[in-house]
């Protein structure tokens, strides 16, 4: 199977998937207690009148599969519709909140592998000494540690106590040096986990390649042991690694929800907790979209990224 053909068949099976998930969205969200339209109105009696202009406005006194399908129409064209609550175009909203989403998603899986990586080598090269016992303990408290307690450690002791950080995100450009000095605790809370489990799966992964007979043959040989650790050992200990790194890529957005509401950082996750809470039904739908689109793409780029570096693995679907 070619390359070319290898990605058409998981682009078509990923369509299947965002379906079912805004499908499912969608009917979690219309099973809630209560009324939309109670929240667009504040909860306040107003004249049955404008009750129903308002649903019709919004397709609420519709059959609920006929408003999905009557969204997912508007969404094929990028047409989200605006927020009954800020009246604000809801794809507007998320291009404005996208950005910053992505510069921390970005700066946090670049901070567990520049973490990850190293100390997985440093624990399989050392292993059963003092330097593999440190970074064992580490990663596994990095990957017990939930984000948002700690994200509020960091806080505490970096911006209120210590006051090296600001406790709120500056009123600057995203890429301006201070918003950049701020993004540093929530990237490093963010990445932890991460960094983690790249330091885990490469020890492991490692200590699996250190056994190997080309391993003992490039020693005989007389290799220093630097290249072969990085040009043998390292080189074919990294597929298993792209793997799990691309899947964190999934894990830092479902994770940027929690931290961004800790440091109260201005990206899609904080949006979505915001309009879960305010009932504003097309920012949730089209938010959802957008967090579903990033983890369909993010393990479609590990499906093809794995498929290139190992082309076995193109006949084993």
């Not at 306040?44 to 649903?55: G, I, N, W, Y």
Request: glycine residues 6%; contains cysteine; positive net charge.
């Amino acid at each position: 199977m070619t390359l070319a053909t290898y990605v058409r068949k998981r682009v078509l099976a990923s369509i299947p998937v965002l379906l079912g998930v805004t499908a499912l969205t969608f009917s979690l969200l219309h099973l809630t207690p209560g009324d939309p339209v109670d929240a667009v109105l504040g909860f306040r009696e107003v004249d049955p009148a404008v009750r129903e202009s308002l649903k019709a406005e919004y397709n609420l006194d519709r059959p609920v599969w006929e408003q999905y399908l009557l969204w997912l129409r508007d969404a094929l064209v990028l047409e989200f519709g605006r927020s009954p609550i800020t009246g604000r175009d809801v794809g507007a909203t998320i291009a404005d909140r996208l950005p910053y989403t992505l510069v921390l998603g970005g700066a946090a899986w670049l901070c567990s592998l520049l973490i990850g990586i190293p100390a997985g080598v440093v624990a399989a090269v050392k292993r059963g000494e003092p330097a593999d016992e440190v970074s064992r303990i580490a990663a596994l408290a990095g990957i017990a540690t939930p984000n948002f307690w700690l994200g509020l450690v960091l806080l505490f002791v970096f911006s209120v106590h210590l006051g090296w950080f600001r406790v709120i995100p500056p009123d600057a450009p995203l890429l301006s040096p201070a918003t950049l000095r701020f993004l540093v605790l929530p990237t490093i809370t963010l990445g932890t986990a991460s960094a983690a489990l790249v330091a885990r799966l490469l020890r492991s992964s490692m200590l699996r390649e250190l056994n190997a007979s080309y391993v003992r043959t490039a020693r005989a040989k007389g290799l220093r042991e630097r290249t072969v650790i990085c040009k043998h050992v390292l080189r074919n200990s990294l597929t298993a690694v792209v793997t799990v790194a691309g899947l964190q890529l999934t894990l830092l957005v479902d994770g940027a929800v929690v931290v961004e509401q800790v440091f109260s950082w201005p990206g899609i996750g904080r949006l979505l907790v915001g309009a879960i809470g305010q009932r504003d039904l097309p920012t949730v739908q089209a938010t959802v979209l957008v967090v579903a689109v990033s983890v369909v793409l993010a393990n479609l780029l590990v499906d093809i990224v794995y498929a290139v570096l190992d082309p076995r693995i193109r006949h084993e679907r």
